[in-house]
Nanobody, 124 residues
Framework: QVQLVESGGGLVQAGGSLRLSCAAS????????MGWFRQAPGKEREFVAA????????LYSDSVKGRFAISRDNDNIAVYLQMNNLKPEDTAVYYC?????????????????WGQGTQVTVSS
């Protein structure tokens, strides 16, 4: 069973940047796709970004495309989400997740292990 721990969240003004990190345990990290999801109060959890095990394929939601970048470091067993030009509507709890396979998906059901989340708050 993999354990995922997110960090890097916080309060930032609109237009600012944050970098989220997700540290993973377990030897099979590099074989699986990784993803980031978010959930705002009163809303369903939504897809943000995902990355193939090799790092050569990435997916983004339309709402973050061009502003966010997902990356991974298989040597250090971590995945990152660089968030630039943040907007108040990006405010949410952000979750890191490990996929069931090496290919990234966009559905929560494509991912089987989840972290506890890190809060991101963007003020206007």
């Amino acid at each position: 069973q993999v354990q995922l721990v997110e960090s890097g969240g916080g309060l930032v003004q609109a237009g600012g940047s944050l970098r989220l990190s997700c540290a993973a345990s377990g030897r099979t990290f590099s074989s699986y796709a990784m993803g980031w999801f978010r959930q705002a109060p009163g809303k369903e959890r939504e897809f943000v970004a995902a990355i193939r095990w090799s790092g050569d394929t990435t997916l983004y939601s339309d709402s973050v495309k061009g502003r966010f970048a997902i990356s991974r470091d298989n040597d250090n067993i971590a995945v990152y989400l660089q968030m630039n030009n943040l907007k108040p509507e990006d405010t949410a709890v952000y979750y890191c997740a490990r996929g069931y396979s090496s290919w990234p998906g966009e559905r929560a059901s494509d991912f089987g292990s989840w972290g506890q989340g890190t809060q991101v708050t963007v003020s206007s």
